[in-house]
């Protein structure tokens, strides 16, 4: 418990101060953050550590410039290394670039919803941090029925349930009082939705760690894991923040 009130206080202490700045240093932070993640997903699957460096710089570079030109010169270094290379298979080759447009995606959208509106960046944790909480919490105490056990033991529709529930709330509170401009009606629905989503991401990254038999991506963090256990739900959250909120 200690490991991770340390993690969540770093955490806080490099997010916050960064992401009121934003600007470039925001858009580095999270260039960062996304090279690491790419690390780490890289890594779970056992690939060469000189493909996985490469994918990494490829990842900070895509997001960092979001240069389209930059994606499709991986996608043929990649091709290219899967001809010459027999230790780089075809799935491995398919693995990285699913994973490099996920995140590159992910992580593009997190800079773009900063630059538009910081209050918005703070609503998104807001619905994938209390989600994750009040799940927790709902899921130890009446949690019975799981819902994927295989992949994630701990997790309950009761949990999933008192989760969406206080991260809907919670969130459309702030929404209404800091950014307001919305039928509330709509805003509990959306925010229901995205709290859902969120939760359907860490689900999809725990089960990417089921499948390589893993408990953390990484141990960078403190008591939290690595990047992609914290930043799992806050990743589709974002993509569903960033497609609907383009159509409102």
């Known amino acids: 418990m200690k490991k991770r009130i340390l993690g969540a206080i770093l955490l806080i202490l490099v997010l916050v101060p960064v992401t009121i700045i934003g600007g470039r240093y925001f858009r580095l932070l999270v260039s960062l953050i996304s090279c690491l993640g790419m690390w780490e997903i890289s890594k779970v699957k056992g690939i060469n550590k000189y493909i ?3 994918s990494s710089i490829f990842m900070f570079l895509i997001v960092y410039f979001k240069s389209n030109l930059l994606l499709p010169i991986y ?19 398919f693995y990285n670039i699913g994973s490099m447009v996920l995140l590159s ?4 959208t997190i800079i773009d919803i900063r630059n538009k509106n910081i209050s918005y960046i703070v609503y998104l944790v807001i619905i994938t941090s209390m989600t994750d909480t ?7 105490f009446i ?17 999933f349930i008192g989760g969406a529930l206080m991260g809907t709330i919670i969130s459309s509170i702030f929404y209404m009082f800091v950014i ?3 039928n509330i009606i709509n805003l509990l629905c959306i925010s229901l939705l995205f709290s859902s989503i969120g939760q359907i991401g860490d689900l999809l990254f725990s089960s990417i760690k089921r499948f390589y038999n893993i408990k953390d991506y990484s141990n960078l963090i403190p008591g939290h894991g690595g990047i992609l256990d914290r930043f799992d ?14 159509y409102i």
Do not use: C, Q
């Open 52 to 54: 996985n460096l490469l």
């Open 75 to 93: 996608l043929l270094v990649v091709s290219l290394i899967t001809i010459f290379n027999k230790k780089y298979s075809v799935l491995d080759m």
């Open 105 to 108: 995606y992910a992580f593009s």
């Open 134 to 140: 009040f799940a927790f919490v709902t899921g130890k």
């Open 143 to 159: 949690g019975k029925r799981h819902i994927v056990k295989d992949i994630s033991p701990n997790k309950t529709l009761e949990g």
């Open 180 to 182: 307001g401009d919305i």
């Open 233 to 246: 739900s806050l990743i589709l959250v974002s993509i569903a923040f960033s497609i609907l909120f383009s």
